[in-house]
């Protein structure tokens, strides 16, 4: 028979198992807890392997003071992980470096910088038809959430190579909101592709 002090023990580490964020779960726009701070994901800078493991490397903002810093995160760390409140918006316009969403509830505007965007800013334009999500932090917006998956157009790359379809060979692409990806060799200019923007990964072509 398990005692009630096992049960309330049991409870009480599947609540901060939830909780706990960790390293390889972390995104562009992720919020957590680090030394006591509030910070977002800006940019992921990459992985770098030693004899300790993998460390993580990320450019973050503190959401309280709106400094930015770079960290190193061992892969097996764990954190507490920020509530957000999100709400549904769509991009209207780009006016210089802001992004200026449209609340899909009340119909206001939210401004955004670039930077507060960080990678997420190169997979969204204007023209797109797709909701996304700005969080808030005490009523501040601080980022934004996007689809996994999002359509965009190769403007321009070297042309295709035939025959080759593998996609283990990737070359340079710029696509259509100005930044540069890695697609497969056989992708040509004007191709409409799809992209995995936690990573900016190659998904697939368009249907």
């Not at 028979?1 to 562009?28: C, D, N, P």
């Not at 509030?38 to 503190?62: C, D, E, H, W, Y």
């Not at 209207?92 to 505007?109: M, R």
Request: proline share 3%; aromatic share 10%.
């Amino acid at each position: 028979m398990i005692s009630l002090w096992a049960i309330r023990w049991k409870i009480l580490y599947i609540f901060v198992s939830y909780a706990m964020l960790m390293t390889g779960e972390i995104r562009v726009g992720t919020a957590f807890m680090f030394e006591g701070a509030p910070f977002i994901v800006q940019r992921m800078l990459g992985q770098k392997s030693g004899r300790a493991g993998i460390t993580v490397k990320l450019r973050v903002k503190n959401i309280v003071t709106g400094g930015t810093q770079d960290l190193g995160l061992d892969a097996g760390e764990k954190f507490d992980e920020v509530d957000l409140v999100e709400k549904v918006v769509v991009l209207s316009y780009i006016d210089g470096d802001d992004y200026v969403f449209q609340d899909q509830e009340n119909w206001e505007e939210v401004r955004l910088s670039k930077e507060d965007l960080g990678d997420n800013a190169g997979y969204l334009s204007p023209d797109d038809e797709y909701e996304v999500k700005i969080t808030y932090y005490n009523d501040l917006p601080v980022g934004v959430k996007l689809p996994i998956n999002v359509t965009r157009t190769i403007t321009y790359c070297e042309p295709g190579v035939k025959g080759d379809t593998s996609g283990k060979s990737t070359k340079p692409a710029t696509i259509d909101t100005g930044i540069e990806v890695k697609v497969p060799l056989f992708c040509n200019t004007d191709d409409r592709i799809v992209i995995d923007t936690r990573d900016g990964s190659f998904v697939e072509r368009a249907k």
